[in-house]
């Protein structure tokens, strides 16, 4: 079977103590008016489960880039990557969006929340996509909304809510469906200094209590260090 199509499979291969992640020899290039601009140069990597990885790296280096191939938003341009031990880019549409919905969290750097949306709608939306009935949606979405503490804001839209709280919201949107993985593109890059420190510690608890896998690209070194793991992207390369 090369492409994986039953949750079971899925908690079975995470049960044990096999990477989440694994690259080899991921290279990345992109065409940009006729020049080759070669940004990722073989990337080996595992993220297993529980594991906090900070990736760092001067701006354009390709910490972006490298963030969208982990979440299969972006396919490589040569190596292999898996998530669970399946090539994830070599699964079908089906399986990928399932991949994309159920098992990864993303949270960027601007919260992309959906302005005429509320907090709990806004969190409920991958329940929604992955057809679970309405009411398990926003039984879910209410749980997860207290846990990153905005259990009194639910109802408020996301331009009602402050960058912080916005950035909660879209923490809680990526933990509806208790996702293995988490990767954060610079979370806290939008916010000031003491409510990216309140994200950060949130991003950490999470880690910690509930075992989530965290992949965060930063340039807050506070924040890097605080990880369990930290690589620096140079040149293409990991130092
Ligand atoms: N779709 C694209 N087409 C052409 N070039 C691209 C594309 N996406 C990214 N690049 C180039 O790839 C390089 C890496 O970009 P990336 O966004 O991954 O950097 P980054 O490390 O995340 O930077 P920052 O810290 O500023 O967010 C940059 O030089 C960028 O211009
Ligand atoms: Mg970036």
């Not at 354009?60 to 090539?87: R, Y």
């Not at 809680?172 to 208790?178: F, G, K, P, S």
Request: glycine residues 8%; aromatic residues 6%.
């Amino acid at each position: 079977m090369s492409e994986w199509s039953d949750e079971s499979n899925l908690k079975v291969e995470a049960a044990s103590h096999s990477p989440i992640l694994t690259f080899d020899g991921v290279s990345k290039s992109f065409m940009h008016l006729g020049d080759t601009i070669e940004v990722l140069k073989g990337i080996d990597l595992e993220i297993y489960p529980a594991d906090s990885l900070a990736v760092t790296g001067a701006s354009g280096v390709g910490k972006s880039t490298l963030l969208n191939i982990m979440g299969s938003l972006d396919a490589p341009t040569g190596g292999t990557v898996k998530f669970n031990g399946f090539d994830v880019y070599k699964m079908g549409q089906r399986s990928l969006s399932r991949l994309r919905n159920r098992e990864i969290g993303f949270v960027f750097q601007f919260h992309h929340l959906l302005p005429e949306l509320n907090a709990l709608e806004n969190t409920m939306m991958p329940a929604l996509i992955a057809r679970y009935p309405r009411k398990r949606a926003v039984q879910l979405a209410e749980n997860v909304l207290c846990s990153v503490g905005l259990e009194k804001r639910m109802s408020h839209r996301a331009g009602e809510l402050s960058g912080g709280e916005q950035q909660r919201v879209a923490i809680a949107r990526a933990l509806i469906m208790n996702p293995r993985l988490i990767l954060g593109d610079e979370p806290t890059g939008n916010l000031d200094w003491a409510t990216g420190e309140e994200i950060a510690e949130l991003l950490f608890h999470l880690n910690e209590e509930a075992g989530v896998a965290m992949v965060i690209a930063t340039h807050n070194q506070k924040l890097a260090e605080k990880m369990s793991k930290r690589m620096e992207l140079i040149d293409g390369r990991i130092r």
